[in-house]
């Protein structure tokens, strides 16, 4: 290699620009040059992760909570792998950096096969490339970097990833990494590098909006979770204290905005019965003007499609449109509107928040006795209590952890992690890994399902060797509970998993961990308080009874029973499939 700039360094080079320290992945042939030159680069460690998906997970987890993030993989086999993790970091708008190898240039002659790639009659090298360019920003955003290109399409890719705060997805030959790097002889126009709102539909928003909130009877704010990833979290905070609205938060959305803030009316769940507040659910859909900030509306985020406000009294600020009714306006960006728009009011609109009733789901003071078997909500109460001011929490996707963070109250500066719209179950095991490496002086919490952690629970051993200590609260309630409470009988033996002794499973892998199996309260308060004070990593497995459900499971076990010709069901009433076998 000469003194020249290289390929690889100059890729590295604007990750690094954006606060990315660290980089997830699993070696191979193929990528050895992109491993090689982060395990030289003094400013980045490599982080090796047991398996490409959970490396995935991990870097989503991860740029969450640093903002962006680095996933490294080989060809085919490896990189193919990831495609459930980048989808999901789509769906969840993730800003994941995927850096994957290829045959080099003069290995590419259209008639050579290699290890790794998919028997076609004549090889296409670059076939991975296209199956993950829909998953990735804009939809064109995986690309092939040569000496030649490698300028721009760094900068066009990175600029498209923090435009749509998406996946990207770049892909190396293996002889490209170390060589220098084609310099532009001319400046270059990148599309989305600098994006502007249009001024005059700008003006012409903010005005709109302002004028339906000075003539509205009632109002208020719905801010979404994508706040957080377009650094928009500061301008729409400052939005709501100008004008004194209210704001309630959906389930995926819960956090964003603090809990413990004046204006905070409680948790919005449209009508599903043991996660909806009753009282928040009519005070919104009597409000004649509600503004919505990047919120997502998918079945897990709209109470199961039973959000009943009148749409046109909806205003919806998306990150670079916004919609006011039916009328879509396009070129305004999110903080350009909400700056615009807190800048034209000089008192608030509403003096003071509603006094609503006492939330009728809200998670309450621990109740039972020590030696009583651990229910759910007696659990979600201690949890409730076991979380602090500046945790992460991450929310797996598993019924058991759904049904917590849909009604807990968190303290202030909780950022609270959920993989709701993608919902891969497992997802949360190695996402977690990534929050730690993030934020490693942040003390960093999951609650998630037996059945989805068996997916993934292999990951614990990277947890000691880099010195992450995370505190895992694995619910084994005898199988996937999710199943359970959606499909035609729950005791089918396809919602069962094999018995696995979680409690070893950190030491058996490595780890120098708290561990405790808990089958009671008494166990479980003994075990948090152990929690609370470790200095190490902390694994408690909570044995609930497999015939338990929590609140919200019997509105969701009723609403899927259509499906099956059981529209009435309940699940005190539930069949058992042995009896139709």
């Given at each position: 290699m000469n003194?020249?700039?290289?390929?690889?360094?100059y890729?590295l080079?604007?990750?690094?620009?954006?606060?990315?320290?660290?980089?997830f992945?699993?070696p191979?042939d193929?990528?050895?040059?992109?491993?090689?030159?982060i395990?030289d680069?003094?400013?980045?460690?490599w982080?090796g992760?047991s398996?490409?998906?959970?490396?995935?997970?991990?870097?989503?987890?991860y740029a969450r909570t640093?903002?962006?993030?680095?996933?490294v993989?080989?060809?085919?086999a490896?990189?193919l792998?990831?495609?459930?993790g980048?989808?999901?970091a789509?769906?969840?708008?993730?800003k994941?950096?995927?850096l994957?190898?290829?045959p080099?240039?003069?290995e590419?002659?259209?008639t050579?096969?290699?290890?790794?790639?998919?028997?076609d009659p004549?090889?296409?090298?670059d076939?991975?490339?296209?199956?993950?360019?829909p998953?990735?920003a804009?939809e064109n955003?995986a690309?092939v970097?040569?000496?030649?290109?490698?300028?721009?399409?760094t900068r066009?890719?990175?600029?498209?990833?923090?435009?749509?705060?998406?996946?990207v997805?770049?892909?190396?030959?293996?002889?490209?990494?170390?060589?220098?790097?084609?310099?532009?002889?001319?400046a270059?126009?990148?599309p989305?590098?600098?994006?502007q709102?249009?001024?005059a539909?700008?003006?012409?928003?903010v005005?709109?909006?302002?004028?339906?909130l000075?003539t509205?009877?009632?109002?208020c704010?719905?801010?979404?979770y994508?706040?957080?990833?377009?650094n928009?979290?500061?301008s729409a905070?400052k939005?709501v204290?100008?004008?004194?609205l209210?704001?309630?938060?959906?389930?995926?959305d819960r956090?964003v905005f603090s809990?413990?803030?004046s204006n905070?009316?409680?948790?919005?769940?449209?009508?599903?019965?043991?996660?909806a507040d009753?009282?928040?659910?009519?005070?919104?859909?009597?409000?004649?003007?509600i503004?919505?900030?990047?919120t997502?509306?998918?079945d897990?985020?709209n109470g199961?499609?039973?959000?009943r406000?009148?749409r046109?009294?909806?205003?919806?600020?998306n990150?670079?449109?916004?919609a006011i009714?039916?009328?879509?306006y396009?070129?305004?960006?999110?903080?350009?509107?909400?700056?615009a728009?807190t800048s034209k009011?000089?008192?608030?609109?509403?003096?003071?928040?509603?006094?609503?009733d006492v939330s009728d789901?809200?998670?309450g003071l621990?109740?039972?006795?020590l030696?009583?078997v651990?229910?759910y909500?007696?659990?979600?109460?201690?949890?409730?209590?076991?979380?602090?001011?500046g945790?992460?929490?991450?929310s797996?996707t598993a019924m058991a952890?759904m049904?917590?963070?849909?009604?807990?109250e968190?303290?202030d500066?909780?950022e609270?992690?959920?993989?709701?719209?993608?919902?891969?179950?497992g997802?949360?095991?190695?996402a977690?890994l990534g929050?730690?490496?993030?934020?490693?002086?942040?003390?960093c919490?999951?609650?998630?399902?037996e059945?989805?952690?068996?997916?993934?629970?292999?990951?614990?051993?990277t947890?000691e060797?880099y010195?992450?200590?995370?505190?895992?609260i694995?619910v084994n309630n005898?199988?996937y509970?999710?199943?359970r409470?959606?499909?035609?009988?729950p005791d089918e033996n396809?919602?069962?998993i094999?018995?696995?002794?979680f409690?070893?499973?950190?030491?058996?892998?490595?780890c120098h961990?708290r561990?405790r199996r808990?089958?009671?309260?008494?166990?479980?308060e003994?075990a948090?308080?152990?929690?609370?004070?470790?200095?190490?990593g902390?694994?408690?497995?909570?044995?609930?009874?497999a015939?338990?459900?929590p609140?919200g499971?019997d509105?969701l076990f009723n609403a899927t029973?259509k499906h099956f010709?059981?529209?009435?069901?309940?699940w005190?009433?539930?069949?058992?499939?042995k009896?139709h076998?």
């Amino acid at each position: 290699m000469n003194n020249e700039m290289t390929v690889i360094e100059y890729v590295l080079g604007q990750i690094k620009e954006l606060g990315i320290t660290d980089a997830f992945g699993v070696p191979g042939d193929f990528v050895y040059p992109v491993c090689d030159a982060i395990m030289d680069d003094k400013q980045l460690r490599w982080i090796g992760c047991s398996n490409e998906l959970n490396a995935s997970y991990a870097a989503d987890g991860y740029a969450r909570t640093r903002g962006a993030s680095v996933l490294v993989t080989t060809y085919g086999a490896g990189e193919l792998c990831t495609f459930g993790g980048i989808a999901g970091a789509h769906a969840e708008n993730s800003k994941v950096i995927a850096l994957a190898g290829m045959p080099s240039l003069v290995e590419q002659d259209g008639t050579t096969r290699y290890h790794h790639m998919v028997g076609d009659p004549s090889p296409r090298y670059d076939v991975f490339v296209d199956m993950i360019r829909p998953l990735t920003a804009g939809e064109n955003s995986a690309v092939v970097i040569t000496p030649e290109n490698c300028v721009y399409e760094t900068r066009r890719v990175l600029a498209a990833m923090k435009y749509y705060s998406k996946p990207v997805y770049l892909a190396f030959p293996r002889d490209v990494p170390n060589s220098p790097v084609v310099f532009p002889e001319h400046a270059l126009d990148i599309p989305l590098e600098q994006p502007q709102s249009d001024l005059a539909t700008l003006e012409k928003v903010v005005e709109e909006i302002y004028s339906r909130l000075n003539t509205a009877k009632q109002s208020c704010v719905l801010p979404g979770y994508s706040l957080r990833r377009y650094n928009a979290v500061e301008s729409a905070l400052k939005f709501v204290e100008k004008t004194g609205l209210p704001f309630a938060e959906t389930n995926q959305d819960r956090g964003v905005f603090s809990m413990q803030h004046s204006n905070y009316i409680g948790s919005y769940n449209g009508h599903w019965s043991g996660w909806a507040d009753s009282a928040v659910t009519t005070w919104v859909e009597q409000s004649d003007c509600i503004v919505a900030l990047a919120t997502e509306n998918h079945d897990f985020n709209n109470g199961l499609h039973t959000l009943r406000f009148d749409r046109s009294s909806l205003i919806k600020i998306n990150p670079h449109s916004t919609a006011i009714g039916q009328q879509v306006y396009h070129h305004v960006e999110m903080n350009d509107v909400l700056n615009a728009l807190t800048s034209k009011f000089s008192t608030q609109l509403v003096e003071s928040c509603p006094s609503l009733d006492v939330s009728d789901v809200a998670i309450g003071l621990p109740s039972g006795q020590l030696d009583d078997v651990i229910d759910y909500e007696p659990l979600y109460e201690r949890l409730q209590e076991f979380i602090r001011e500046g945790d992460i929490i991450v929310s797996d996707t598993a019924m058991a952890s759904m049904c917590f963070s849909a009604r807990a109250e968190l303290p202030d500066d909780v950022e609270h992690e959920a993989q709701l719209s993608w919902g891969a179950i497992g997802w949360g095991t190695p996402a977690i890994l990534g929050n730690c490496i993030a934020e490693p002086n942040k003390r960093c919490v999951i609650i998630c399902g037996e059945g989805g952690h068996q997916m993934t629970a292999t990951e614990l051993g990277t947890f000691e060797r880099y010195g992450a200590k995370p505190i895992f609260i694995v619910v084994n309630n005898g199988g996937y509970l999710a199943e359970r409470v959606t499909n035609r009988y729950p005791d089918e033996n396809y919602n069962d998993i094999p018995t696995w002794n979680f409690a070893n499973l950190p030491n058996d892998l490595g780890c120098h961990w708290r561990t405790r199996r808990v089958t009671t309260l008494g166990e479980l308060e003994s075990a948090l308080c152990e929690a609370s004070n470790a200095n190490t990593g902390v694994y408690i497995e909570v044995v609930v009874p497999a015939d338990r459900i929590p609140k919200g499971c019997d509105f969701l076990f009723n609403a899927t029973g259509k499906h099956f010709e059981q529209a009435e069901r309940t699940w005190d009433t539930r069949k058992s499939s042995k009896h139709h076998q």
